[in-house]
T-cell receptor, first 112, second 115 residues
Framework: DADVTQTPRNRITKTGKRIMLECSQTKGHDRMYWYRQDPGLGLRLIYYSFDVKDINKGEISDGYSVSRQAQAKFSLSLESAIPNQTALYFC???????????FGDGTRLSIL | AQSVAQPEDQVNVAEGNPLTVKCTYSVSGNPYLFWYVQYPNRGLQFLLKYITGDNLVKGSYGFEAEFNKSQTSFHLKKPSALVSDSALYFCAVRGSTSGTYKYIFGTGTRLKVLA
């Protein structure tokens, strides 16, 4: 089983809909992250959380919100989706200051 | 502000030849540097990291990277490329001082190894 699991893997929806992307991990890591990947732009950080009570905005948080329900779960919500939020979304975890991140396989989100 | 540059969108190399994928960075204080690889329909996979110590870092699948502080570079290398190395490669930097703890990723370099 994957250590970092993202659901759904693919989602097509319409403008204005509320969408939730979910991430769960079995690695026992405290730190969790949400990124979006766009061609030619690399990965950009949306939100990150260093523990259950700690939520921080990344570089592109507008239009997104997150919830850290437990150490193992970190959800990303789009309250009212718009077409320029069409992208590949990744959840990642890490366990220490200088540790590498472990990524899920992503959610491909298309907003029509 | 932290930043990472990967100046080449794509690198082509013949199988068996050495490969280099370039990365330069800017960060306050000492950098923590990482290389990741992404295969189609998969998340990023960690290859190697530099935190401190020897400037030449060895990682997975025969890859290595050289940290050069004066040139603020962390180029990824492999002595002999394989077709299976074809993928998208990302360099990332994280600072070691307060306010620089976020990971910043480069825009990625697509490596194509030709048989």
């Amino acid at each position: 089983d994957a250590d970092v699991t993202q659901t759904p893997r693919n989602r097509i929806t319409k403008t204005g809909k509320r969408i939730m992307l979910e991430c769960s991990q079995t690695k026992g890591h405290d730190r969790m992250y949400w990124y979006r990947q766009d061609p030619g732009l690399g990965l950009r950080l949306i939100y990150y959380s260093f523990d259950v009570k700690d939520i921080n905005k990344g570089e592109i948080s507008d239009g997104y919100s997150v919830s850290r329900q437990a150490q193992a779960k970190f959800s990303l919500s789009l309250e009212s989706a718009i077409p320029n939020q069409t992208a590949l979304y990744f959840c990642a975890t890490s366990d220490a200051v200088a540790a590498p991140q472990h990524f899920g396989d992503g959610t491909r989100l298309s907003i029509l | 502000a932290q930043s990472v540059a990967q100046p080449e969108d794509q690198v082509n190399v013949a199988e068996g030849n050495p490969l280099t994928v370039k990365c330069t960075y800017s960060v306050s204080g000492n950098p923590y540097l990482f290389w990741y690889v992404q295969y189609p329909n998969r998340g990023l996979q960690f290859l190697l990291k530099y935190i401190t110590g020897d400037n030449l870092v060895k990682g997975s699948y025969g890859f290595e990277a050289e940290f050069n502080k004066s040139q603020t570079s962390f180029h990824l290398k492999k002595p002999s490329a394989l077709v299976s190395d074809s993928a998208l490669y990302f360099c990332a930097v994280r600072g070691s001082t307060s306010g620089t703890y976020k990971y910043i990723f480069g825009t990625g370099t697509r490596l194509k190894v030709l048989a």
